[in-house]
């Protein structure tokens, strides 16, 4: 099954609104209306609705980096799902690893998260990853196959899920995996996601690689068979160091 390949930006904690609204227009200027590729951009959450703005009527859909998995009340500081929904967002991203080591976020905290985010509607992007210590201990599939079991309850939303494949050990280090590494593990993926959701499902499912990806790396580890997509933190920050990671996918 053929699955459309999926490059996104994760900006994490930087730019400003007026930087963040012109990264968001060049970025929609240069994914163009394409078929054969998807684009998303995570800008911070004060800078959603400027961005959302910007890329209106273009093909780069608006994604969160985080939510709160209550509907509403008494969470000082905290977004809910629907407020994101409410201002465009289309896709949140859950359990990325610095949620997870700096937050504190646990497998429980982000099923209550990404379950928050589908029952909203919203697709969810589930970030999973290995740290260096649990690679060199020989776990990764352990964890891998824990971090992927929040996966049992969202039969439901095959369709509006997509994982990103991010070592912690490549994220932000410039030492991004090697492709055989990359496609090893998202192999691993594909067949736990197949274990949990049916060979369908782990078919169609996008597997998006993270981690140091740039663009002279980009392109090879996109042509790994299981690896579908990109998603880029520090390369997405100017469209110089972004453009040619959308162009490693052809738009046709
Ligand atoms: P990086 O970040 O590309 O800067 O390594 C990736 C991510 O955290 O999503």
Same mark, same amino acid.
């Given at each position: 099954?053929?699955?459309?390949?999926? +490059?996104?930006?994760?900006?994490?904690?930087?730019?400003?609104? =007026?930087?963040?609204?012109?990264?968001? *227009?060049?970025?929609?200027?240069? *994914?163009?209306?394409?078929?054969?590729?998807?684009?998303?951009?995570?800008?911070?959450?004060?800078?959603? @609705?400027?961005?959302? =703005?910007?890329?209106?009527?273009?093909?780069?859909?608006?994604?969160?980096?985080?939510?709160?998995?209550?509907?509403?009340?008494?969470?000082?500081?905290?977004?809910?799902?629907?407020?994101?929904?409410?201002?465009?967002?289309?896709?949140?991203?859950?359990?990325?690893?610095?949620?997870?080591?700096?937050?504190? =976020?646990?497998?429980?905290?982000?099923? $209550?998260?990404?379950?928050? +985010?589908?029952?909203?509607?919203?697709?969810?992007?589930?970030?999973?990853?290995?740290?260096?210590?649990?690679?060199?201990?020989?776990?990764?599939? *352990?964890?891998?196959?824990?971090?992927?079991?929040?996966?049992?309850?969202?039969?439901?939303?095959?369709?509006?899920? @997509?994982?990103?494949?991010?070592?912690?050990?490549?994220?932000?280090?410039? *030492?991004?995996?090697?492709? =055989? +590494?990359?496609?090893? $593990?998202?192999?691993?993926?594909?067949?736990?996601?197949?274990?949990?959701?049916?060979?369908?499902?782990? $078919?169609?499912?996008?597997?998006?690689?993270?981690?140091?990806? !740039? @663009? %002279? !790396?980009?392109?090879?580890?996109?042509?790994?068979?299981?690896?579908?997509?990109?998603?880029?933190?520090?390369? %997405?920050?100017?469209?110089? !160091?972004?453009?040619? +990671?959308?162009?490693?996918?052809?738009?046709?």
């Amino acid at each position: 099954m053929s699955r459309t390949p999926v +490059i996104a930006g994760n900006w994490k904690m930087n730019l400003t609104s =007026e930087s963040s609204v012109a990264l968001a *227009q060049g970025v929609a200027n240069y *994914q163009g209306q394409p078929t054969s590729r998807k684009c998303c951009v995570f800008p911070a959450l004060v800078h959603l @609705s400027a961005v959302a =703005e910007a890329v209106a009527g273009s093909a780069v859909s608006l994604g969160a980096q985080d939510c709160h998995e209550a509907d509403g009340g008494a969470f000082t500081g905290e977004i809910s799902a629907a407020m994101l929904k409410d201002v465009g967002v289309e896709v949140v991203l859950s359990g990325h690893s610095e949620r997870r080591h700096i937050f504190c =976020e646990d497998d429980s905290r982000v099923a $209550a998260k990404s379950a928050a +985010i589908l029952e909203a509607g919203l697709d969810l992007m589930l970030c999973v990853g290995e740290t260096l210590g649990e690679r060199e201990a020989g776990n990764t599939f *352990q964890v891998l196959d824990r971090q992927l079991g929040v996966l049992s309850d969202f039969g439901a939303f095959v369709e509006r899920i @997509s994982v990103a494949y991010e070592p912690v050990w490549a994220i932000g280090t410039g *030492q991004s995996a090697t492709p =055989e +590494i990359a496609q090893n $593990a998202h192999a691993h993926c594909r067949a736990v996601v197949e274990g949990i959701l049916g060979g369908e499902a782990a $078919a169609s499912m996008p597997l998006l690689y993270g981690g140091s990806v !740039n @663009s %002279s !790396n980009a392109e090879e580890l996109l042509a790994q068979e299981d690896v579908d997509g990109a998603l880029v933190g520090g390369a %997405s920050l100017d469209i110089e !160091n972004f453009g040619p +990671i959308l162009d490693a996918v052809p738009n046709v």
